[in-house]
């Protein structure tokens, strides 16, 4: 369902009757059923298997997927939504229904063949988690020099190579694997692939330990010798690298809807804290310093919030939107450090500590600025775009 022109006239930041639905089914979800999961999750840097039962259950793993195809038949800010209400609690829950959605169902709704959207997308929406694997040892900011060789023979294509830092990783059934056909082609070798758990010569690798967001899984993956058929070739042959930027460009909101989430979770910590915690005869909140660091950080996450909502919105209105994705995604990002830094000061000693959960926010949002394009990487695109 696209926006109405009467939507559009809507400020930024209001809801219409469906997203609000969602906003608040997500956010009870996210209270409830992730809330008391948090810390135990980050200590041992794994998702309990069935929290992400409960995440298929709610509906928040195929958002986009046609509701002819057991998804949602939502709107790519839909799941913007969803990333940032799951991520006001836990960003590492927020990241895996991000990639779900904004990467691996994206890419398979847009390139991949009427046959495998066929039997892909009904279980990505209900039971398959999914993992998008470009990134390898030698190729990150720079993701088109990768390595990762695919050979074609009359069966198909022979997949041979190593990916690292891949989101998911240890809980996907479905994998899109960036390889290329032919190193001397540069960009134009490029190709992506459906590589599914369970294929030989296909495995999963070490699992990543991690500052932040410690329950997603992020790992290796060894290609060695993995035969995919020529009908597993997601777009054409070649044109992997424009899979790969149109996802990302779409996908880099997603991350700055992350990051607003975590933002709008350590504003919402350091609130209640700062009206419990007393010093001098009153609350810490009654200080007007306190007051004025609260007020300039819920003025930066509007500010935030206004940039991630435009992107989504402009993307499904098929509007351009690369520049505002990159500016939402590093302000977003930038803005979660500083609000978890201020949380972390508003606890004073109990911020430092684990048994308060403004450490962990803090932790985590330092990946903002790594992941799906560094910040120089964003920088970078408003420039080109700039000076044009
Ligand atoms: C937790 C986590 C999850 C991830 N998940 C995934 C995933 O699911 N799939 C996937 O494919 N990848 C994933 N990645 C990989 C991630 O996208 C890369 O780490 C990121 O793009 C940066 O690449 P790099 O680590 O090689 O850093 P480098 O590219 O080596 O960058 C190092 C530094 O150099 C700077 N730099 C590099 N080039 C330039 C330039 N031209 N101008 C200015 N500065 C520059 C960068 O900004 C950075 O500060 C993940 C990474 C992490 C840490």
């Known amino acids: 369902m696209r926006p109405t022109a009467a939507d559009a006239m809507l400020p930024l930041t209001e809801l219409t009757e469906d997203e609000r639905l969602l906003q608040q089914s997500v956010r009870e979800f996210a209270n409830a059923q992730v809330r008391p999961l948090v810390r135990q999750m980050d200590e041992h840097a794994k998702f309990p298997k069935d929290l992400i039962d409960r995440l298929f259950d709610l509906g928040v793993m195929g958002i986009e997927i046609p509701d002819t195809c057991g998804g949602g038949g939502g709107r790519f800010f839909h799941a913007v939504l969803a990333v940032e209400e799951l991520s006001r609690v836990d960003p590492s829950v927020g990241v895996l229904v991000d990639v779900q959605n904004t ?4 890419a398979l709704m847009r390139w991949a063949s009427p046959d495998l959207k066929a039997r892909l997308l009904p279980t990505l929406a209900t039971r398959s988690v999914g993992a998008y694997a470009l990134s390898e040892a030698a190729s990150g900011s720079d993701a088109f020099a990768l390595q990762t060789r695919a050979r074609q023979d009359a069966d198909g294509f022979v997949l041979q190579g190593r990916k690292l830092w891949i989101t998911n990783a240890n809980e996907a059934d479905i994998f899109i694997v960036f390889a ?3 190193p001397e082609a540069g960009y134009k070798g ?9 294929l030989a010569g296909f495995t999963v690798g070490k699992k990543e330990d991690k500052l932040g967001i410690r329950a997603s899984s992020t790992c290796e993956l060894i290609l060695e010798d993995c035969r995919v058929p020529a009908a597993h070739v997601i777009g054409e042959i070649g044109k992997g690298y424009k899979v790969a930027i149109e996802t990302l460009n779409e996908g880099r909101i997603g991350i700055g809807a992350q990051m607003l989430g975590l933002a709008e979770g350590a504003l919402d910590h350091a609130i209640r804290y700062t009206k419990e915690r007393k010093q001098f005869g009153k609350a810490i909140a009654e ?17 935030a919030r206004l940039l991630v909502y435009n992107a989504a919105r402009l993307r499904d209105l098929g509007r351009p939107f690369l520049t505002e994705a990159a500016m939402c995604k590093i302000f977003a990002s930038e803005v979660a450090e500083r609000s978890a830094s201020l949380a972390v000061n508003l606890f004073g000693g109990n911020g430092f500590v684990k048994e308060y959960p403004v450490e962990k926010l803090y932790r985590d949002a330092k990946i903002g600025q790594i992941y799906e394009g560094t910040s120089n990487l964003q920088l970078q695109t408003i420039a080109k775009q700039l000076l044009r």
């Open 287 to 303: 200080f007007q310093g306190v007051q004025f660091e609260l007020a300039r950080i819920a003025t930066e996450v509007e500010a």
């Open 103 to 106: 990467l691996v169902i994206n």
């Open 180 to 182: 290329t056909v032919n």
């Open 190 to 198: 490029i190709t992506a692939f459906l590589v599914e758990r369970g």
